[in-house]
């Protein structure tokens, strides 16, 4: 069992490009459903238009890099705005199944053999990410050598997604400390008494809806750099709920929630992973064959993380962040 | 909310105070001066004791609302007003349509057809949240507290035209610190005022019924309102508490606000109001001064029921089965069913 290299490559996860992507996805979320109290099941629809707007602008239309990036914010704006009108009037729930919906319309549509020409179907598309990567400054591997280390367009990327997220956190901050953000958190609470006082909730809703689908958008955009291809895979219901995963581990209403989900779900999921990869491999594993071998291992981590999960929710239902004080409210 | 939408000459003043800007909310909360009401409440004695009675100088005038919710015909008012800086009781049996009145009022339900008017404009089609700026704050029969926010917190949203509520200017404090330090102010005074200066800093989801009450409705005073419309204060509130509640909602009408509340504790009705209104089945069947509302033969019997004060016998009940039979047969289904259950609840 080698440990150094188990928790070497683990941390590499934990802080790397895709636990960067899925903080920025839950930053999203954390506005719509953490400060707002809106039920976006549809996270992986906003990523998705905006990761395929910046790719089909450059790789499809041969348009820059810069105006697809914006394309895709653009994108991820309307979408929030065309699921917001007719939903927010209504109850929480409604916007719930609509996002899970408009998520898959999206999937589906993207990747079907009629718009084969533009989005590449089921094969996606490759080749947009070249001048994002020509920006790239490393050269070499990067980070602490013998603790963790990155290929140098890993960390490029990452470096971008982190000072991405941070941004994110910072506004997110400046709102939810603003009177705007405590009309968001009235309106989680009780919609009505917020519309008694005077505010126009509808309005609130919509500019929540979009703030949060705009950083899910932004996502979209780094997920597809990150991997310098996009798929409709990408974009499955699944992905929403590692974000939503992501956001409950790190504590829902909290600035730093997200960054702290991620880098926990993303280190725990490899770390299990590596374990059990190696603690069933070799010609005497630590693990006997009769009781899991090398391919179930790779999907035992699931297991794990789904109990770790549900041990989380009872002992810790707050998340890392979440303050102890509010549970006490709801048990009322 | 524009300033010439302000007629209390008291608020009026706190806003030209206040640095210029129109929305701007009073810099601290001033020992409101204790305002005459007795002109007001003298005002009402010409005033007939008959449902739609003409004021004064009426602050809410309603026309022909009608409500039904299937084949019930909840709220049916064919004309009430109600007079300007005084205490308005509406009392009525339990499914009266008090509460869905208020809805109508406030813009929280839409009514079938009619019109009402608040201050002389009208509020039909007129969105809640818009209802609420012009002056007309409701509070809530069930409170509506926001559970997971400070008791402060929850009074800071109350206070109305905030610039640091905009989007783009709430990403930068010093738009909206100033203004956050005298709303502040102001919240703080209310807090004293109705006893919550203790619980400043506690989430309300922690306060107890009556608390919440209490914080209900000095939140509802952050907005500076004309109208406080209170849905059943008193429920759920103990005795001693009671008390100093029956205390706030005097003083606000001696700060010059009107109040018109929903309450089914008629020692409160009589104490503290000086007009009632009686609604029953949806329609305002008396209005008068407490004293004489509570005489009314017509009150009584909606109550409790026409037969109230007669020993049932045997010949008494066959009539009545034989009455209710006879309307049942009439129109089976096409009646509401109270219109029924009215006439032989004895």
């Known amino acids: 069992m080698d440990w150094q290299s188990i ?54 239309w041969g348009l820059p890099f810069w105006l697809g990036s914006l394309a895709g914010l653009f994108a991820a704006g309307v979408l929030a705005l065309l699921l917001g009108v007719p939903t927010l009037r209504l109850r929480a729930d409604y916007l719930a199944i609509v996002t899970i919906a408009a998520a898959e319309i999206i999937r589906q ?53 982190w000072v991405l997220a941070a941004l994110c956190c910072l506004m997110v901050w400046a709102l939810m400390r603003s009177p705007w953000g405590r009309v968001l958190k009235g309106i989680r609470e009780d919609e009505d008494a917020v519309r008694s006082l005077g505010k126009n909730v509808y309005a609130y809703k919509m500019q929540s809806l979009m703030i949060g689908g705009l950083i899910g958008g932004l996502a979209g955009i ?37 960054v702290a989900g991620t880098i926990v779900f993303w280190f725990l999921i490899s770390f299990l992973d590596l374990f059990f990869g190696q603690a069933t491999s070799g010609t005497n594993p630590l693990i006997p064959d009769w009781l899991m071998n090398s391919n179930q291992a790779s999907l035992v981590r699931f297991i794990f993380m789904g109990a770790a999960l549900m041990l989380l929710m009872v002992y810790r239902p707050q998340g890392i962040f979440g303050d102890r004080r509010e549970l006490a409210i709801d048990a009322r | 909310m524009p300033a010439d939408e302000v007629t209390d000459p008291v608020t009026a003043k706190q806003v030209r105070s206040s640095a210029g800007a129109t929305a701007m909310p009073p810099e601290t909360a001033p020992a409101r001066p204790q305002v005459d009401v007795s002109a007001a409440r003298a005002a009402l004695r010409d005033v007939p004791h008959e449902p739609g009675a003409p004021k004064p100088d009426p ?29 308005t009781g509406l009392i009525g049996p339990n499914g009266a349509g008090k509460t869905t009145f208020f809805n109508l009022m406030t813009g929280f339900d839409r009514p079938d057809e009619g019109d009402w008017s608040f201050n002389g404009t009208s509020l039909k089609g007129i969105p809640a949240y818009r209802v609420a700026r012009r002056g007309m704050v409701r509070t809530f029969q069930l409170t509506k507290v926001l559970s997971k926010l400070t008791v ?132 305002v069947i008396a209005e008068g001064p407490p004293d004489s509302v509570m005489g009314d033969q017509r009150v009584i019997d909606a109550y409790l029921g026409s037969h109230h004060d007669q020993d049932i016998s045997e010949d008494m009940e066959d009539k009545i089965i034989a009455q209710a039979q006879a309307e049942i047969d009439d129109d089976n289904s096409s009646t509401a069913p109270a219109d029924v259950e009215g006439e032989h609840r004895a």
């Open chain 2, 59 to 87: 602050i809410v005038v309603v026309d022909g609302v009608r409500r039904t919710f299937g084949g019930l015909t909840a709220v049916d008012v064919a004309h009430l007003e109600i007079q300007r800086g005084v205490i």
């Open chain 1, 222 to 258: 780094m997920s597809a750099l990150q991997h310098s291809a996009i798929n409709p895979s990408f974009f499955a219901t699944d992905t929403t709920f590692f974000a939503y995963t992501v956001l409950l581990v790190g504590g829902a209403a909290r600035v730093l929630g997200p």
């Open chain 2, 152 to 283: 402060l917190e929850n009074m800071r949203v109350g206070a109305t035209g905030q610039h640091g509520e905009r989007l783009l200017r709430a990403m930068f404090a010093p738009f909206w610190r100033k203004q956050e330090t005298s709303n502040t102010t102001k919240a703080d005074a209310l807090l004293e005022r109705f006893l919550l200066i203790k619980k400043r800093e506690d989430f309300a989801g922690s306060l107890s019924g009556g608390q919440r009450k209490l914080l209900e409705m000095a939140r509802a005073l952050m907005a500076d309102p004309e109208l406080v419309m209170l849905d059943e204060p008193m429920a759920g509130v103990n005795p001693a508490l009671k008390q100093s509640l029956l205390g706030h909602v005097k003083s606000l009408r001696d700060d010059g606000r009107t109040v018109l509340f929903v309450e089914h504790d008629m020692d409160m009705v009589r104490d503290i109001s000086d007009w009632v209104i009686v609604m029953a089945q949806g329609k």
């Open chain 1, 7 to 60: 928790f070497s490559e683990a941390l590499q996860q934990g802080l790397g490009p895709v636990a960067a992507v899925y903080c920025l996805a839950a930053i999203g979320l954390n506005v719509h459903f953490g400060y707002t109290g809106l039920l976006n099941f549809g996270q992986a629809g906003f990523m998705a238009v905006g990761g395929y707007a910046v790719s089909s602008f450059v790789a499809t």
């Open chain 1, 109 to 161: 549509t993207i990747g079907s053999v009629t718009l084969l020409t533009y989005f590449g179907g089921q094969d996606g598309l490759q080749g947009f990410s070249s001048s994002f990567a020509n920006l790239n400054p490393f050269s070499g591997p990067v980070g602490i050598p013998g603790v963790v280390t990155w290929r140098p367009y890993d960390f490029w990327t990452l470096l971008v997604c």
